[in-house]
């Protein structure tokens, strides 16, 4: 059940998006210039926050979306529109949500209760990480660390902007893009970016 401020923070949504379209804010993509990974993705593993620990080596040879999310913020309805999206692509695009209290304290849940919201509300099917900080600061989720390290996924430094950063890798393991959290998954930019890598 949603609380009276993510019912608020639902309604409030497509404004917000609207206003940062008009703005420019939390609109940044970034495009791998060509570089390869220095070190695979595919070593590491997920622990979820159902105590489950998923290996990313099971999804060599389709697209992986990786999210860092949050229950209790304004882009929070994204979780629909990342289930629509992996459910229109079938086996070919794997999303895995990575749940983190670094932006405004906007995920305090527990993993259980984390998963529960995304169940109850969302209907959600992807796996769920294990919440833990996905800045780049002490404890730093591995799969983040990754993305966010040139000396590992070969180009990107950028860590997420905000909760609902989304980072695409190809079918190869390989880093090519980012997208701020008011770049939605119906957005023509991840879309294309989907088809073309």
């Not at 595919?42 to 992986?64: A, C, M, Q, T, W």
């Not at 959600?124 to 799969?143: R, S």
């Not at 430094?157 to 695409?168: A, G, I, V």
Request: proline share 6%; aromatic share 12%; glycine share 8%.
């Amino acid at each position: 059940m949603l609380t009276a401020r993510q019912r608020l923070m639902k309604f409030l949504y497509p404004a917000y998006l609207l206003f940062n379209r008009l703005t420019g804010r939390h609109r940044t993509v970034l495009r791998n210039p060509g570089a390869r990974p220095q070190r695979s993705l595919y070593d590491l593993e997920v622990p979820l926050g159902n105590g489950r620990v998923l290996p990313l080596s099971e999804f060599k040879g389709r697209k992986l979306l990786l999210v860092n999310t949050a229950s209790d913020c304004i882009y929070t309805d994204q979780y629909k529109e990342l289930q629509e999206l992996m459910a229109h692509y079938g086996d070919g695009l794997v999303v895995i949500a990575f749940p983190s209290n670094d932006f405004k304290e906007q995920e305090k849940g527990s993993d259980a209760d984390i998963v529960g919201f995304c169940q109850l509300n969302y209907g959600i099917t992807f796996p769920v990480a294990h919440k833990a900080p996905v800045a780049c600061i002490e404890g730093q989720q591995p799969v983040f660390r990754w993305l966010t390290d040139k000396k590992l996924n070969g180009w990107n430094t950028k860590s997420p902007s905000w909760n609902f950063s989304k980072y695409l890798v190809n079918e190869e393991g390989i880093l090519t893009h980012y997208f701020d959290p008011a770049i939605t998954p119906a957005h023509h930019e991840l879309i294309r970016a989907i088809h073309h890598g």
